[in-house]
């Protein structure tokens, strides 16, 4: 039996053994997704590795859904890279949805071979997964078997988890007692709500699971729980600063003596000793610090800045920062010069003025921007009024739009545009559409739609955008369609981001050499389409950071369609007048096949015009509230330094 580098058994997570105050459960936080999920994987291939030295088989406890595909991926390099070799590998999957044929492109029996099973050399008749076909009168003693099993094969050794928006860890919802054990249940209105778009609709998820208990998972010898991105920071909070309490079952972890919870900074970002560390421990006060406390302070005491006294830093964790600074006045001065600072209407720098204090330089007075948009439609929505005001500054404005976006147009709207053209059309190209009228009627959501529906609907993205980009008035070969490929396979899941999505865009960098990049830094969903546009944008510039014309280009990231950037981190805010919030919306409309109901709405009911209306003018709210100018709507921008 080949064994591995043994180094790997020492990788070790930073900060592993910091004592924490509010927290009940051993966390540890990593900067990425990527980064965490390698630390798991190493930590699982070391016990396999461990194990084979010994003779011994190692049990592996596993878990689907989005968060842990990319530890299965680093497990897959390892066995094919590196030699890890699974032959002494027994795994039991913590659940399944009841009922599912194994077969369904939604089935966790289908994922895990496809993310883990068929690339390594497991036995299959070691792998273990919840059958989902069961009569339900066999269900009870498939359950019980199943308990057997895992005991026969000496219990479990890792087990991962992720973690749902109701606490639940395998499916046990709120609500599951301490003791249960491999059973049915009934999933929870949250869980299915989540899992409604791969279902292509909440009716399409079935209304059940067969999941292992929560005993069951307390069982095993080690718990490692991933969670990644904004979205999981509130359950986080409460799993690690929470009570036990069936309500959110992730805390009956806190019963169980080895559990790590592995969180990337975003999933992070609710703990107390993140969002308000002054108040967990003792701080190092840097500038960054000083403005999220106090903007912190702001929201808690709801007073503006110059209003804060002492009594209300020392009121609430900050006195050692007052100690430092000697006075409230001072802190409260440094805090509002730097947001009056952030405001500006000249996103592509004021000419001619003394730019010491704002956010963009002058020079050069005319600047070269590429607006980065990963969908057709997320520039106009999340930075209209600062793309409007860009162009009517006569700066040469570029938009490149990373993907088609072809999966969000419904097949009706798609249907509307078939009948248009083929009552334009000559008789002899009407073969063509009828073609494709074909291939909707054979639509089937476990397989990809087929490539003539995708280009249809992309290219209905693209008549839209190119409505909304005359509208804002930039001429059309400024408008760049990337079709970035690893966006293309027709189905909602994407392949992994590859060279050639890097080189598209490099290319395009390269041959515009902007003076400004904007792009989305939207990190709520670490496997979303946003966070890989955004990977993609940041390994070109690090590929090309070397050449000359990148020292002159800054890089500015707005936030998508569903948060805004905290006022701490803002560092230009773009107010705009009621009428420009009007042309803003304006430039949104033109992107019809958004509008009205989605095939992605998500929890957010609110048509993406107005969510964007309500969150530029919540942070103008905020702007005022902290006692600087009373604006109708701010948009808001983060520099990032890449060089
Ligand atoms: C999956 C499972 C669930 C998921 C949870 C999070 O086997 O048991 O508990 O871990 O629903 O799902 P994602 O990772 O998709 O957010």
Redesign the pocket.
């Known amino acids: 039996m080949k064994l591995l580098n043994t180094q790997r058994l020492e990788y070790r997570a930073p900060g592993s053994f910091e004592e924490t105050r509010y927290e009940k459960l051993h966390n540890v936080i990593f900067n990425s997704s990527i980064e965490g999920s390698k630390f798991i994987a190493h930590t699982i291939a070391g016990l396999i590795e461990q194990k084979q030295k010994n003779n011994e088989m190692c049990v592996l406890g596993l878990?689907?859904?989005?968060?842990p595909i990319s530890v299965y991926r680093e497990l897959v390099r390892l066995h094919q890279k590196e030699g890890l070799s699974f032959q002494n590998v027994i795994s039991f999957n913590?659940?399944e949805y009841y009922p599912i044929s194994k077969d369904d492109i939604q089935s966790?029996h289908y994922f895990m071979h496809i993310h883990l099973f068929n690339h390594v050399d497991i036995k299959p008749e070691n792998i273990h997964i919840p059958n989902g076909e069961l009569p339900t009168d066999k269900t009870r003693s498939f359950c019980i078997k199943y308990e057997q099993k895992i005991e026969a094969a000496g219990g479990i050794d890792i087990q991962i988890?992720?973690?749902?928006r109701t606490g639940?860890?395998?499916?046990n919802e709120p609500g599951s007692h301490r003791n249960s054990k491999t059973r049915t249940i009934t999933l929870d209105h949250l869980?299915s709500y989540d899992a409604a778009p791969s279902f292509q609709g909440i009716e399409n998820v079935p209304r059940k699971a067969i999941t292992m208990g929560i005993q069951t998972i307390l069982s095993a010898k080690r718990v490692l729980l991933m969670a990644w991105g904004t979205n999981k920071a509130d359950i986080i909070n409460k799993a690690i600063e929470g009570v036990v309490s069936s309500s959110i079952p992730t805390t009956y972890l806190q019963l169980h003596k080895n559990t790590t919870l592995i969180l990337d900074n975003e999933a992070a970002s609710e703990l107390t000793r993140i969002k308000a560390p002054w108040l967990a421990a003792n701080c190092e006060w840097d500038k960054n610090l000083r403005s999220k406390a106090i903007s912190w302070l702001c929201r808690r005491t709801g007073k503006s800045i110059l209003k804060l006294t002492d009594k209300d830093y020392n009121d609430n964790g900050m006195s050692d920062l007052l100690a430092l600074h000697g006075s409230s006045y001072d802190l409260n001065i440094e805090m509002f010069n730097r947001l009056q600072h952030s405001i500006t209407g000249w996103p592509g720098g004021k000419p001619n003025s003394d730019d010491k204090n704002r956010p963009e330089r002058a020079i050069p007075e005319k600047k070269r921007v590429i607006i980065f948009s990963p969908h057709p439609d997320d520039d106009v929505i999340s930075m209209g009024g600062t793309f409007d005001r860009l162009v009517a500054q006569g700066h040469e404005v570029h938009v490149a739009y990373q993907t088609s976006g072809n999966i969000a147009v419904s097949d009706q709207d798609a249907k509307r545009f078939l009948e248009v053209t083929q009552d334009i059309l000559k008789s002899d190209q009407i073969k063509q559409i009828e073609k494709l009228n074909g291939e909707f009627e054979n639509l089937n959501p476990n397989n990809p739609t087929p490539l003539g529906i995708c280009n249809l609907k992309g290219s209905i993205r693209k008549g839209e955008s190119l409505g909304a980009t005359r509208y804002i008035g930039i001429p059309d070969d400024q408008v760049h369609f990337m079709n970035l490929p690893f966006y293309e396979t027709g189905l909602i899941d994407k392949n992994p981001p590859s060279q050639k999505d890097l080189d598209l865009t490099m290319a395009l960098i390269e041959e515009l050499k902007p003076h400004q990049i904007y792009a989305a830094g939207d990190l709520a969903d670490p496997h979303g389409t946003h966070r890989v546009c955004l990977n993609i944008i940041f390994g070109s510039l690090d590929a090309l950071k070397t050449k000359s014309f990148m020292k002159d280009c800054w890089m500015w990231l707005y936030r998508g369609a569903w948060h805004e950037w905290e006022i701490h981190e803002i560092e230009m805010a773009v107010p705009m007048s009621p009428d420009q919030v009007l042309r803003k919306r304006k430039a949104i409309f033109y992107h019809q096949s958004q509008k009205d109901g989605v095939m992605f709405q998500g929890e957010d009911k609110r048509e993406f015009w107005i969510r964007a209306e309500d969150r530029n003018a919540e942070t103008a709210k905020k702007y005022k509230d902290m006692g600087l100018s009373d604006y109708a709507a701010i948009e808001a921008f983060k520099r990032y330094h890449f060089l």
Do not use: E, R, V
């Open positions: 878990a689907t859904g989005s968060s913590l659940d966790y988890l992720g973690i749902g639940h860890i395998g499916f869980t």
